[in-house]
């Protein structure tokens, strides 16, 4: 039987890339300005070393997590590189809509900037359930349309519910892992009952992966805090998030070395579940004020992410049809959970009396329900739009393999 | 014969690492409080920056400093992350007994949580020289005990000799590297002296290596800067360990080459001796004000750590069973002698009488004896501890493998 | 026949590193002093993040970017690393002449550095063009002279033509390249135009190279904005390097897609294109103040970087014998020139008159002149220096190896 290649992306991924490319030109072209002269000088001195530290996050800690799979490296880094510009880019127009619907021009700034980063994340989030199925189209229309559905919630929950921005910004994770978890229902791949033959990883692609996590790990702190402006808050969030982490690493290891029959560690558990406590912290930052809140917070998220990954994932494969590659279920959905409803509870115990207790039960509670079914039915709309072949899938053999996508090494330096 | 598994560690590092990060939180709920109300706000944005380098160095560049063996990558990179969190949460508690005495609070801020950390990586030091012939719970008893004896130490030396909490904590280097001699020296395992099977490098764990090498270099001037207050000196300390380092770098390179038969660089000397600038610079900088002398210093330092790692260190496994993985003694111990000398010679060259001197000289002597005796002595009682067999230590053909400790690739992603 | 093994460089490499590093030591003993009075207190704060940023372009993510060839990573990166700190003081103390010469003294503080820094930078990009088929005696010699010549041209262009630091700096790029170029003309191998045997790389090597790249796209525009004081400008230029890099990623991917007959991604090609829009605002910074003019800059600029690693590098190769190994002509060049271009035009846009108009016209079009004319010179010169035997180059065999240079493997821990 002659070797089956994977279809050739040279009319789709080119033209799309330019398409959009341009376009983002144009438009930029038009409607945006720097906003200068509002300028607080020291803010900006302020913000420009956690404004780094987040982009280590999104442009290179996710892709290299999700370089995990031996054959993967090149996709998984590369991929998520392409797929975080143009989710900021298109997130930098959609967060300026309201401004250039009043005054007819977005004024951007550095916080801006950040702010599109984040809604980019929540990208990058469903795309770590689609790892090594899906080819860059895919992803880089996941990634538009991710972030359209999360900006319209986000405007959604701050137009009907008058949640902070803070806050709404902070369902990313809730809104990334429940998007990405439809579309591994609707891209369902029957191969992936049994495994992918290359979904495995190696003794240097691990180390990758880990220079990803542990660069994620140490940056989570300025991802939560960078929209704090007040400093000794952010003093706060900085710390709380830094202990959440701490215990999260801590107890997902023992969680893994517990619940393994040999009584060893496992690489992708430990990698993956070591952010539950900045997740959950991320969603209840505004009414944790005690340390011991914190680590109890990332106790409990990683013991409920770890426990998730080990078991949960292949239940979801066997009973639903859903491959989840880096179980943003169990990484970022529970711990997210998880920290909507800390932030509940404190937030209960923290009032005077029933009635604001009550009031602020039902808003957030509302808030979670519109941000799961906005999540969900983005979800399914994108996942029915990609099912289209026109968007060229790669074969069941080619997933999880460089040499899909990329010319492959003896001839690729000259020429 | 049957394949021999090295020991479960199920029913010891689960249940340590619980009832550890259990108690942490616990004690924390009690004690801990967060430093709001004295908080400069300018000083936090000052600090966050260095603080994130420190957290680089601390808990990735360490990591993949020890992930240079060809099979001990994700124990080397992820023991060091695990030991580091466990041993700075130990830290933030022990430097707070103090003000738990008298306020019955600790009360803890940035700072608190960045000499915690520079507490932290004296116990990373000393595993150094463990680095493959520990399992991960070994590791953890080691730090929490090297914590203890060097916050204990330097406890003694704010008490007793009235040194600066600035120059008693770069004693670090110096404690650090005698305690991890001595549990070479007690946990000596026979084979080490012909060489252990997988105690070898190749070309990709090299490079992983070179990668935590060059983020310890390059972020070395933060760690020797970041508790000083004055910015006027504190660019006198970044400048001076920056051209320390530079010089270190030069020399390791050309002393590697220099000692070779062949004319060879050899990258495990290069990749150690880079640093010993920046260690004799930590322990002197508080009287080191020209560049030439952080140069000469710093010239000094490389040569003897990079003849100490070339010939020492096959010397002291020979001839008293010290098998120093890293070479500690001569990447931290040496330049750390080295540097506590020149601090002495230069604060007698800039006294104005003798009266002084000498009595600088007594109790700059003083502070040595006690860090040595300290940590050699918790080096002793650390190394009988670790020898009880309850710790399951691995056999030898299982030292420097990953293998031992973590659930391996084909059948560890999915479940 | 006998392996042919590589000339030994002992009696080359260790004495060239000693001499030059005493004679830097003793330079600085005389003519260095820290500028600490005139501190400003914020600028430090300010400026250390930036400079910490630079410091992983100079030292690690050039290196990293070099280590993409199957055999030779220890060299790229640690080569790298070496001579960016032999330039670094090179450039300390050429930088310094001038007020040497006036007051007899030269000092120095964390802009100083940086400033030295980028003069270094220069030189790698030259190296980049050299990269496998040098040895680290070439490389240190290419360094001094490199930015000997770099130096003297930023004195020639501010002295004679009045150009700002803040251009006259950025020219690094248009020098570099053409310095390079000049070097790959004089110092051809027959053997590399069929393909150096070991000129490849493999899945490994390429993620290695991908972080440097990835460290040095997220860092570029600290690269651009570093020197600039204000800080509304700076913003400006933070903002437009980001978009121009942004856009240039996207296009880099876009025409490698494009222009690949199987539709696939080029790995290299993408790696080395991404930074052309950095390169290209870095040239015209002073004049560009919307983003789209950043976006269509960095636009242009990935288009004609793509498309010239793609087809000028096996053109230049075959026609002229001039194998540039990381095609430094089409990333750092191309992207410079058109960069300076893009400055002109906008600059006589924005002009009033025809006179002014003309007049900066002319000072432009000479500066460039200068630039590439003394580049070439200087070029020349070093690679005819280099030719000399003395200096024992590898045979072909040993290009892209890192056995001609280091100790290996086995081995190599023990002794």
Redesign the interface.
Known sequence: MAPQ?AP????R???I??F???G???I??FY???D?EQ?D??K???L???F??V??MV??SF??LY?FF??Y??SG??FN??VA??A??WAILLNGIESWYSRGKIR???RS?VVAELCASSALISIGAMVGKTNPVHLILIALLEVSGFVLNQWLLQTLLKVQLLNSIMMLHIFGSFFGLMLTLILHRTESEQ?FEK??????????S??GT??L???WP?FNSILVDD??R???V??CT??AL??S???A???S??S?P???????H?QSCVFAGGVAIGLSMSVV????QA??IG?TAAVVSTIGF?YL??HM?LAFHSHDTFAVLSTHGLPGLLGWLAHLLLQIKDSDDHTTAIRFAVFHICSLLITISLSLSMGIITGLLLKWNFWRPQQDKKCFD?QA???F??N????
């Open positions: 290649y050739s992306l040279r009319s991924l080119g033209p890339l330019l959009l490319q341009i983002f030109i144009v930029f072209a945006i300005e720097i200068n300028i000088k020291n900006f001195s302020n420009y070393p956690e780094q530290d982009n280590v442009f290179l892709g290299f370089s031996v054959r490296g090149f880094s590369g590189f392409l510009i143009m900021t880019q951007v700034n550095l900037l495994q979904e495995k990883f190696d003794r240097k692609t691990g180390l990758f880990m220079l542990l660069l790990w140490m940056f300025s400093r000794g952010k003093l706060g900085v710390f830094y202990l701490a215990v690493a801590v107890t290891a023992a969680v070395v517990l393994s040999k009584g060893k560690l496992n690489l992708i430990v004020h005690e340390p011991w680590m109890t106790f080990r994932k292949i494969l460089d996508f990329w010319e090494p003896q690729a330096v000259r020429k």
